[in-house]
Every structure is written in structure tokens, then in C-alpha cells.
DNA sequence: AATTTGAGAAACCGAATAGTTGCATATATA
DNA sequence: TATATATGCAACTATTCGGTTTCTCAAATT
């Protein structure tokens, strides 16, 4: 059983799930009216997402409200970074073929 | 047949291959050098990739070379943006938290 | 022309995935 | 106390996934 962040956003519906409790932290029930699946769909989605530390609990009586680990998203971001130096780069070395082809 | 950035990105060795031809671009027989599987696993991983549009294919005689698509890897960037703005916004809070407690 | 080499496609297999229904448990409310 | 509500867990199912082996095809090499 893999589980780690990039496999969790893999799926759409928990993609769905983290930008709905991205502002603000959800029930369970709240957050299944937003989909066309059952509850119980949606708890085994918030289980992985918490096996893979992308969402804190917070109980409150018999209610359990669930909010998104900014943490754990940046991780994501950590990843993106080496692509970024290189597109960056790319962008760069257009912009002094661009410069280049001006001064001609 | 599911087919998105997110998916692609989610298995580990795709990742890796990523990774690889970010750089410069491979053939699929240098690129299973890399790993512990089968050439043919790596060309079906490089099919995923190519029906995303995340590489893309460039012929030279009877071998292909594959290199990275970074307008694609992007996207993923594109989406985190919506929670980058989430996690600044609360770096920010907590600064002016910050220095609300050292004034008092 | 015959052989080797690089690559993709097809068929198959076991494991993982995402969903369902049904049940258990704890908290709130009547 | 009895009932309603919020949640999680277990068992089952169909589908997808990642891998393998076998094969075909086209380009290079002999």
C-alpha cells in the first residue's frame, strides 16, 4: 500500500476534497453534499489523505472537522522546484535569443 | 482510462523518468537503464506520459528520444498556486502575530 | 540478403483502487 | 432512557495499474 502525497492528489475527487477544505476545516457529512458519492466514499478518502498527514482532525463533540496540512502541500511545491529552476532557465535563454534577434 | 497530469505524476517511477529527461532527452532503452524493470515497462510508462502530453517524441533513425514537456509541468504548478496563496497569507498572520507578542 | 537492434503492441496476471452496502460505536437530543 | 445523528470500519466487487512474456515491425549492421 503506497502512500504518499503524490498518489493522494492523484485522484480527482480528493483533489476536490483539498481545495474544498483548503479555507476552511469540513465535517465528513459537509463534505460528502459536495459530491455525487456516498459518506462513506468520502471518510475512506479523508483516511488516506490522514495516512499521508494532508489533513489535520480536529474533534468537536460527536463531529470531527477536517483541515488541510499547508505542510504537507508545500512538499509538492519542494518537487516542482528543480523543474522550475529549469523552465525558468529556458524562459531565460529565449528571452536572450529574443534580445539577440533584435539587435539584428 | 483516467488520463491527467496528476495521475502520471503519481507513480514513482514515472517520476523518476521525469526526472531523468528533464534534463536531456533519452531513449527508452537508456532510460530503463535507470530502473530494476523491463524496457517494455518503461515504454508503457513513456506511453502514459506521452498521452498526457508530459514528453514529447522525437524520432533519429530507428531510435526515439523523449524529453520533457515543461509547458505540461506547469500545470501542476498552475494548481498549487490556489494554495500557495493560502499558506503566504498564514506565514503572514503569523508574522504580524509574531510581532504583535514582541511589542507587548 | 541475413542478422541484429530499438521500439511499441497484445495478452496475461496479481495487487491496488474506488466505490458500494451493512454494521459498530460514540455523542447529542427527545 | 430511548432515539437520532456523526463517524469509522469491514467485507465485497468491478475496474485499473504496473509488471511480465511474447510478438511484430522498422531501421541499422554484417
Chains 1, 2 share one sequence.
Not at 36 to 59: G, M
Not at 76 to 95: A, G, P, T
Request: charged fraction near 35%; aromatic fraction near 8%.
Amino acid at each position: 500500500m503506497r502512500r504518499d502525497i503524490f498518489q493522494a492528489i492523484a485522484d480527482p475527487t480528493r483533489r476536490a476534497i483539498i481545495t474544498l477544505i483548503a479555507l476552511q476545516a469540513m465535517t465528513p457529512n459537509a463534505i460528502a453534499e459536495h459530491f455525487d458519492t456516498t459518506r462513506q466514499a468520502v471518510s475512506k478518502h479523508l483516511r488516506i489523505l490522514t495516512e499521508c498527514e494532508l489533513v489535520n482532525q480536529q474533534r468537536q463533540g460527536r463531529e470531527i472537522y477536517y483541515s488541510l496540512e499547508m505542510k504537507k502541500m508545500k512538499e509538492i511545491d519542494k518537487w516542482l522546484e528543480q523543474f522550475r529552476k529549469i523552465w525558468e532557465d529556458r524562459f531565460d535563454n529565449l528571452d536572450k535569443l529574443l534580445a539577440r534577434m533584435q539587435k539584428k
